[in-house]
């Protein structure tokens, strides 16, 4: 699976019990499909014989750019999740909900991002 389908079947589990609106702030569906095409473009060159490293660094570079913008957005639901879910009307089912789509952003989106990141230009991302 990618990144975007990942997040819509979280974020589709969830999204009934979680207040309205939520999910209407940040774009993250467009933003991971840009990092997946980065790292597409950046695999297809490392595998290329002959890529310049000048070529790999502004493909690590479009990466890194694609990717500091999804993390940013996946944080500011991070942040929300854990503000909405501490507020003192949340129903169980909603704060639990809130929970469980920030550890999935933490862990399943923000932590693999990261990851794809700290990988010096050139070398392989997996």
Known sequence: ???RSDWLKEK??????IPKGF?????????LDKVEEAEKKYEKLLAKKGT??????????ELNTA???????AEVYRKAADQYKNGPDMD????????????????QIVK?????QAVPAGQPLG
């Open 1 to 3: 699976m990618s990144l």
């Open 12 to 17: 589709a589990q969830h999204e009934k019990k």
């Open 23 to 31: 999910f209407g702030t940040e774009n993250l569906g467009p933003l």
């Open 52 to 61: 310049s490293q000048d070529e790999m660094t502004r493909a690590k570079k």
């Open 67 to 73: 990717a500091s913008k999804a993390v940013l957005a």
């Open 92 to 107: 169980p089912a909603a704060k639990q909900a809130l929970s469980m789509v920030g550890h999935f952003l933490g862990t």
């Open 112 to 116: 693999p991002i990261k990851k794809m």
